[in-house]
């Protein structure tokens, strides 16, 4: 799986738009972007995957360029219930029997 | 409820003791994998199923025995563990190829 790299923190407050941004710069061409999200004590939670360009759920959207070379989550107007790690994680998902997490971003929402 | 269930939600054991962390998936997957996850620590995998089959062990200790008995149920036999044990040990499956992975609430173990 392609290294990412993720800001370790962030903090925002209630009612702003968060976007956490991933660096992936060995992405192979058949690989996908996918997040997770962890709320303490449970497991992860597919939150949104894309290919190339924009992608948009009832949850989140996730913006990559070009090269895809990074990529971009967008959690808009975030709530105190927002407040998890977000783990950025780039591979092929037809062809990967694992997946590596890294260290993730913890985003902290406060009111 | 993800479809990913794990028993027990916490567990405390001595460093003697001997049990089981289980795990049941009613979602047709037929790949299930056992995670742990220390304090500030990221996820790191343990073992990998697929179609009951182990294919993955991540170098693992001895003191650690996963068992497959059919694609549903996952468990994890512990015995002799140590305080560094200690940790969220999570179950996931996915199907055997596609799209992402589900994962269990865990089992918060600590080992005194």
């Known amino acids: 799986l392609a290294k990412t790299t993720q800001p370790i923190s962030m903090d925002s407050y209630e009612g702003q738009e968060v976007n956490i941004t991933c660096s992936h710069n060995?992405?192979?061409?058949?690989?996908?972007i996918t997040w997770y999200q962890q709320f303490p004590s449970q497991g992860p939670r597919f939150i949104i995957q894309?290919?190339?360009t924009k992608v948009t759920n009832e949850v989140a959207s996730l913006f990559i360029p070009a090269d895809r070379k990074s990529s971009t989550l967008s959690l808009p107007r975030v709530s105190l219930s927002d407040t998890a790690v977000y783990y950025c994680?780039?591979?092929?998902?037809?062809?990967?029997?694992?997946?590596?997490f890294g260290t993730g971003t913890r985003l902290q929402v406060f009111p | 409820e993800t479809g990913v269930t794990q028993t027990p939600r916490h567990l405390v054991m001595g460093m003697t003791n001997k049990k089981s962390l289980k795990c049941e998936q009613h979602?047709?997957?037929?790949?299930m994998y056992w995670y742990k996850q220390s304090a500030k620590k990221p996820l790191e995998l343990m073992f990998v199923?697929?179609?009951?089959?182990?294919?993955e062990n991540n170098s693992v200790p001895s003191r650690f025995s996963p068992e497959c008995p059919n694609s549903s149920h996952l468990f994890l036999h512990l015995h002799t563990l140590q305080p560094e044990d200690s940790a969220l040990y999570l179950c996931?499956?996915?199907?055997?190829?596609?799209?992402?992975?589900?994962f269990g609430s865990g089992t918060r173990l600590t080992v005194v």
């Open positions: 996931a499956s996915s199907p055997s190829q596609g799209i992402g992975y589900t």
């Open positions: 060995n992405i192979a061409t058949n690989d996908y």
């Open positions: 894309g290919y190339k």
């Open positions: 994680l780039v591979g092929d998902p037809y062809n990967t029997d694992k997946l590596i």
């Open positions: 979602l047709g997957h037929n790949a």
């Open positions: 199923y697929s179609l009951e089959e182990r294919v």
